[in-house]
T-cell receptor, first 110, second 113 residues
Framework: GENVEQHPSTLSVQEGDSAVIKCTYSDSASNYFPWYKQELGKRPQLIIDIRSNVGEKKDQRIAVTLNKTAKHFSLHITETQPEDSAVYFCAALLGTALIFGKGTTLSVSS | DAGVIQSPRHEVTEMGQEVTLRCKPI?????LFWYRQTMMRGLELLIYFNNNVPIDDSGMPEDRFSAKMPNASFSTLKIQPSEPRDSAVYFC???????????FGQGTRLTVV
């Protein structure tokens, strides 16, 4: 069936380093790709999204890139801080359903 | 708006009992999603509704699971009979429609013993 693959499952970085999380999707018709952050014990919340008519989008320290030909998209966090520690989920709109990757646990140590 | 509201926040039940989870989406949102979150499987889409109509329930694990949306402001997810492997956090989310942000409720942590 339609799915979204996400890598890595865990990522540990030092404060100030960059973090990159990558996702691939199966449906070439997908055109909406949001990223969610989930802190421990809390609900997932949208941090950034991108639509298929653009290749890159930035919001302060966060950026997302999209390669529709290769069917993959990535989240880039620069100058990481301890408060960036959380689980990050990519998602893709497959048909009209929002399908999530399995998540990446990011740990930022100071 | 108070956001997506789910109840109960926590539910502990014995195997074999019926469990009903409730969700009130954000007013005006046309799409409603039910997800199940576990460590092993991540966020799994169980079912979603568009304008109160179930669009895709292929993610519902088995016949023990059922979901309804009788009106635009209320949805339920029912498990009957419940089993220990159903233990998870169940999230409800709503959005204005495709290509828009999905807002999650706080989730219901279900434990079946």
């Amino acid at each position: 069936g339609e799915n979204v693959e996400q890598h890595p499952s865990t990522l540990s970085v030092q404060e100030g380093d960059s973090a990159v999380i990558k996702c691939t999707y199966s449906d070439s018709a997908s055109n909406y790709f949001p990223w969610y952050k989930q802190e421990l014990g809390k609900r997932p919340q949208l941090i950034i999204d991108i639509r298929s008519n653009v290749g890159e989008k930035k919001d302060q320290r966060i950026a997302v890139t999209l390669n529709k030909t290769a069917k993959h998209f990535s989240l880039h966090i620069t100058e990481t801080q301890p408060e960036d520690s959380a689980v990050y989920f990519c998602a893709a709109l497959l048909g009209t359903a929002l399908i999530f990757g399995k998540g990446t646990t990011l740990s930022v140590s100071s | 708006d108070a956001g997506v509201i789910q109840s109960p926040r926590h539910e502990v039940t014995e195997m074999g009992q019926e469990v009903t989870l409730r969700c009130k989406p954000i007013s005006g949102h046309n799409s409603l999603f039910w997800y199940r979150q576990t460590m092993m499987r991540g966020l799994e889409l169980l079912i979603y509704f568009n304008n109160n109509v179930p669009i895709d329930d292929s993610g519902m694990p088995e016949d023990r699971f059922s979901a309804k949306m009788p009106n635009a402001s209320f949805s339920t997810l029912k498990i009957q009979p419940s089993e220990p492997r159903d233990s998870a956090v169940y999230f409800c989310a709503s959005s204005l429609g495709p290509h828009t942000e999905a807002f999650f409720g706080q989730g219901t942590r279900l434990t079946v013993v």
